[in-house]
């Protein structure tokens, strides 16, 4: 539908209120607007506009380069600020037109204070339950995107079962190219989950299928390998029909800032699995996102980035590492490497073994004992 902005008039004292709160929630660089709009029957409208990403193809790039003008800011040493004007092809904006909007749709992008709140079950019944109930907005777009009456062409991957089933689609925030900013969503099938909170050890098989097959999805579509990518649910949700988000790591804007587990073992006899996924079945139940890798299926050098790691470490014959997680523990003795690799992670060793060996638990000592793991 084409939408003739002209006849729109605009509150900039409004949408100046709201823009504050855009801005936190995806960059502090003005890369996104807010504008509330009015139609001459009195029907309100919200525009989000956002900044395109750049195109890495060389002709492009070329072109960008042939036809920009500098305008100097400042100068310090070998340091320049500059002002860059390019040609207007090169510097289109994304947007959304929302239309018409109500007062709770207005609300939802108004600048708003933030407070973190302890919710009990009890408070979950009492007070939030009715809130949602009361004042959910319409969830129409939902049902006709998992009913295939609109946006098919977003659709990335469809398991239809109606238990465990959903869909798999590209995120009205992402282009749909620029793989560095991917956003996409798996919406559920099933109707009545509105939000973890409904959640139970029954929905586990729905998880673990949404959890595979999205990230085999994404990997066979664009390329992007499982500990490439971020999933993860919000609490409270901008609409309440059960989904999970799935994102590029390097997308830092839109990671959200939750508790992340990654529990790595090394096992011989299949105990360290064990325990491992143990506890990442013990994180999920109190909400933390927990991943669960072997000690070698994981790319250690990239476990600086993590926030908290937990080894769970077995010992085998006369105090070796176990056969999964030789690999790892070499690469870690390199003297190459900094001493202070994981020294901004927080990290943790569950050493297991028998007390009756001479050298009991001697392998989650001499992982414990590096001086690479910082704290």
């Given at each position: 539908m084409l939408v003739p902005f002209g006849l729109f008039s605009?509150?900039?004292?409004?949408?100046?209120?709201?823009?504050?709160?855009?801005?936190?929630r995806a960059d502090s660089s003005h890369k996104s607007i807010f504008l509330l709009l009015t139609h001459p029957?009195?029907?309100?409208?919200?525009l989000l506009a956002n900044k395109s990403s750049f195109s890495e193809e060389k002709p492009v790039i070329e072109r960008l380069l042939d036809t920009l003008k500098l305008r100097q800011i400042s100068q310090n040493d070998i340091f320049g600020s500059y002002e860059i004007e390019i040609e207007p092809e090169l510097n289109?904006?994304?947007?959304?037109?929302?239309?018409?909007?109500?007062?709770?749709?207005?609300?939802?992008?108004?600048?708003?204070?933030?407070?973190?709140?302890?919710?009990?079950?009890?408070?979950?019944?009492?007070?939030?339950?009715?809130?949602?109930?009361?004042?959910q907005l319409n969830l129409n777009w939902v049902y006709?995107?998992?009913?295939k009456r609109s946006e098919v062409d977003k659709i990335i991957y469809e398991d239809e079962d109606k238990k465990n089933g959903f869909v798999l689609m590209q995120d009205i925030k992402w282009d749909g190219k620029t793989l560095e900013t991917l956003y996409v969503l798996a919406i559920v099938h099933r109707h009545g989950i509105k939000s973890v909170r409904d959640l139970s050890g029954d929905d586990l098989p729905m998880l673990h299928?949404?959890?595979?097959k999205s990230l085999d999805a994404i990997e066979r579509k664009f390329g992007l390998r499982r500990d490439q990518v971020?999933?993860?649910?919000?609490?409270?949700?901008?609409?309440?029909?059960?989904?999970?988000?799935?994102?590029?790591?390097?997308?830092?804007?839109?990671?959200?800032?939750?508790?992340?587990?990654?529990?790595?073992?090394?096992?011989?006899?299949?105990?360290?699995?064990?325990?491992?996924?143990?506890?990442?079945?013990?994180?999920?139940?109190?909400?933390?996102?927990?991943?669960?890798?072997?000690?070698?299926?994981?790319?250690?050098?990239?476990?600086f980035a993590e926030q908290v790691i937990l080894f769970v470490v077995s010992t085998t014959g006369q105090g070796e590492m176990p056969p999964n997680m030789r690999k790892t523990w070499q690469w870690l003795l390199r003297k190459s490497l900094c001493t202070k690799f994981l020294e901004n992670v927080n990290v943790g060793v569950l050493g297991l073994g028998d007390s009756s060996y001479q050298k009991y638990?001697?392998?989650?000592?001499?992982?414990?004992?590096?001086?690479?793991f910082g704290h």
């Open positions: 605009y509150d900039h004292r409004k949408s100046v209120s709201a823009n504050r709160k855009i801005r936190k029957t009195g029907e309100q409208g919200i289109l904006l994304k947007s959304q037109l929302i239309f018409p909007v109500n007062d709770r749709l207005i609300a939802k992008y108004r600048q708003e204070e933030k407070y973190v709140v302890r919710e009990t079950p009890e408070l979950y019944e009492t007070v939030t339950k009715p809130y949602i109930e009361k004042c006709n995107c998992l009913k299928n949404i959890h595979k971020k999933c993860y649910f919000h609490y409270q949700p901008s609409f309440y029909h059960l989904h999970v988000h799935f994102i590029n790591l390097k997308n830092e804007f839109l990671i959200p800032l939750t508790m992340s587990i990654l529990i790595l073992y090394g096992s011989e006899t299949g105990t360290a699995q064990d325990v491992a996924e143990s506890l990442r079945r013990e994180s999920i139940m109190r909400h933390l996102s927990a991943r669960v890798y072997e000690l070698d299926e994981y790319a250690i050098n990239k476990a638990n001697y392998a989650g000592k001499k992982f414990r004992r590096s001086a690479r």
